[in-house]
C-alpha cells in the first residue's frame, strides 16, 4: 500500500477516535466528575504548587508513548515491567494524587470515570491554578490495556529542533505545538545529569557550550558541581529562573537571552525555523496562554481509545481482571 496512503488512513482513524471525545462527556453519568477533580487538585496545589509541573510532566509522557490512555500509571509486576521503569520515567511523580483522585470518583460514580482522563483533567487544573490559561477540555477517553517498558521512546532534552520535532510529528502536532509544549518548561526542575556538559565540557570541548549565557553557566556549575559527584548526588535547578512556578512566557524570553537551562530549550531561539515562534510568545503573553490552551488540547487527543475500546479501570495502577468464561457441562 502506498505509504501516503497510510498515513491519510492513520489520520482519519485518529480524527474518528478524537471526534468521540466531548466536553462535558460525563454531564449524565457524573456530573460531580470535574468537581472532584478540581477540589483535590486545588488541595494539593495549596501546598505543593511543584504539582504543577509533575501532572505535566506525567501527560506529556503518558500521551507520547501508547496515547493518552494512562498507560504509564501501571505498576510493574515481577513478569512484567510497565511504563514506569522506562529511564524517563523514574523520576515522573504525582501518581499518589491520581490515586486520590480515582478513590473519589469511584465512591461517587463507580467504573465510570476513566484514569486517562483523570491525568487530562487534572494537569488542566493544575495549569489553571499556576496561573495558565483556563481551557475546557473534551473527555471520554478509555484506559489502555497494555503498558510495556519497551514502548518508552521520548524525545530528550540534548536533541536539535529538527530531531525533536521528527517525535512531535509523528503524533500529528506542528512545530508551532512543539514549541508551545516545550513552553511547560516554565514550571519544573531538571536534573543537572540532563546539562552538565553544556557548563564546561560540550561535546567534549573542554570548554561551555557557546551558547549558554557564561554567568548562568558559572552559577549552575556551583550547584552541579562536576561529574565526579557522588553516584546518588545529582542536584536539580529550575528550567525557569525567574518565575519558576507560574505558568507564563518568561522561559522564552530567557531562551532569547541565552538562559535556557536545556539544549533542546535553547535551540528553539536559534534555530531559524523556530526563532520567530519564540520572539512572539516572549513579546506577547496572551498569544502564549492562547496557543498553550490550543496544544494542551490537542495533545490530550493523541491516539486515545473511545468507545468500547481499553477499558475503564476501577484502581489505576492496575487493569481490570479479566473476565473469563465458564463453560457448562458438556459444552
Not at 212 to 225: E, F, N, S, T
Request: proline fraction near 5%; charge should be positive; glycine fraction near 8%.
Amino acid at each position: 500500500m502506498d505509504k501516503m496512503l497510510v498515513v491519510f488512513l492513520i489520520s482519519c482513524i485518529l480524527h474518528l477516535a478524537s471526534a468521540q471525545l466531548k466536553v462535558g462527556f460525563y454531564g449524565s453519568t457524573c456530573p460531580q466528575a470535574e468537581l472532584i477533580v478540581r477540589g483535590i487538585v486545588q488541595q494539593r496545589f495549596s501546598r505543593d504548587r511543584s504539582i504543577t509541573a509533575a501532572l505535566l510532566r506525567m501527560h506529556f509522557h503518558d500521551c507520547f508513548v501508547r496515547g493518552c490512555d494512562a498507560s504509564i500509571l501501571i505498576d510493574s509486576t515481577p513478569s512484567k515491567s510497565s511504563e514506569k521503569d522506562a529511564g524517563p520515567n523514574l523520576t515522573v511523580r504525582g501518581f499518589d494524587l491520581i490515586d486520590g483522585v480515582k478513590r473519589a470518583l469511584e465512591a461517587a460514580c463507580p467504573s465510570t470515570v476513566s484514569c486517562a482522563d483523570v491525568i487530562t483533567l487534572a494537569t488542566r487544573d493544575a495549569v489553571a491554578l499556576a496561573g495558565g490559561p483556563k481551557y475546557a477540555v473534551p473527555t471520554g477517553r478509555r484506559d489502555g490495556l497494555v503498558s510495556d517498558v519497551a514502548d518508552v521512546n521520548l524525545p530528550g532534552p540534548s536533541l536539535t529542533v529538527p530531531e525533536a520535532f521528527s517525535f512531535f510529528k509523528a503524533k500529528g502536532m506542528t512545530l508551532n505545538d512543539m514549541v508551545t509544549l516545550l513552553g511547560a518548561h516554565t514550571v519544573g526542575v531538571a536534573h543537572c545529569g540532563f546539562f552538565q556538559d553544556r557548563l564546561s565540557n560540550f561535546q567534549g570541548t573542554g570548554q561551555p557550550d557557546p551558547t549558554i549565557d557564561p554567568g548562568l553557566a558559572a552559577r549552575l556549575l556551583r550547584i552541579c558541581g562536576t561529574t565526579s559527584r557522588p553516584v546518588n548526588s545529582d542536584p536539580t535547578v529550575f528550567l525557569d529562573q525567574g518565575t519558576s512556578f507560574a505558568v507564563d512566557n518568561q522561559f522564552y524570553n530567557q531562551t532569547r537571552f541565552k538562559k535556557g537551562i536545556l539544549q533542546i530549550d535553547q535551540e528553539l531561539a536559534l534555530d531559524k525555523s523556530t526563532a520567530s515562534m519564540v520572539s512572539i510568545f516572549a513579546s506577547n503573553g496572551i498569544a502564549f496562554q492562547q496557543s498553550f490552551a490550543s496544544a494542551m488540547i490537542k495533545l490530550s487527543k493523541v491516539q486515545v481509545l473511545v468507545g468500547k475500546a481499553g477499558e475503564i479501570r476501577k484502581n489505576c495502577r492496575v487493569f481490570n481482571p479479566r473476565k473469563t468464561t465458564v463453560l457448562g457441562p458438556g459444552l
